[in-house]
């Protein structure tokens, strides 16, 4: 059974991402499974640092998109929103051309907070990067306006 509390349209989200640091980065959502959301992202000119390498900051940046999305997709978006906390990232590989692409999946579900473990490999499908989200899932304010 899929954890998703709202259905999870993948052309929906990739609209979103458009006007965002996501597209800047040319990251893309090419998959949902029961209780995992996949993206993928290019190694070029956006992405790399000065030795012509994937940045490690882009790496964070699919990590932490796909991160929480998901965890976005497990609470009622009526009610309630999650946001990060920490985010901890291992680069293990270096690439310098081609795409990554990152597999986020839940560690923790709960009622306040989640936890979530994104794996980012280069097309070879070795790792290039593990990460760790930690978010907050937090309640609409609605004092607001």
């Known amino acids: 059974m899929a954890i998703w509390r709202v259905p999870?349209?993948?052309?929906r989200i990739n609209a979103?991402?458009?006007?965002?640091?996501?597209?800047?980065?040319?990251?893309?959502?090419?998959?949902?499974g029961e209780d995992s959301i996949t993206g993928t992202?290019?190694?070029?000119r956006r992405t790399h640092q000065p030795m012509g390498i994937l940045h490690g900051g882009a790496?964070?940046?699919?990590?932490?998109s796909l991160g929480?999305?998901?965890?976005?997709?497990?609470?009622d978006p009526a009610t309630h929103y999650c946001v990060g906390l920490d985010i901890n990232a291992n680069h293990l590989r270096s690439v310098r051309a081609g795409l990554v692409?990152?597999?986020?999946?839940?560690?923790?579900?709960?009622r306040t907070t989640q936890v979530w473990e994104i794996r980012i490999s280069d097309e070879a499908a070795k790792p290039v990067c593990i990460a760790r989200l930690t978010l907050a899932v937090l309640a609409h304010d609605r004092s607001s306006p």
């Open 8 to 11: 999870v349209d993948i052309d």
């Open 16 to 32: 979103w991402q458009a006007e965002t640091i996501n597209g800047v980065l040319g990251i893309t959502v090419t998959e949902v």
């Open 41 to 44: 992202m290019p190694v070029d």
């Open 59 to 64: 790496s964070v940046v699919l990590a932490e």
């Open 68 to 75: 929480s999305m998901a965890a976005n997709y497990c609470v």
């Open 101 to 110: 692409t990152g597999v986020a999946s839940p560690i923790h579900i709960g």
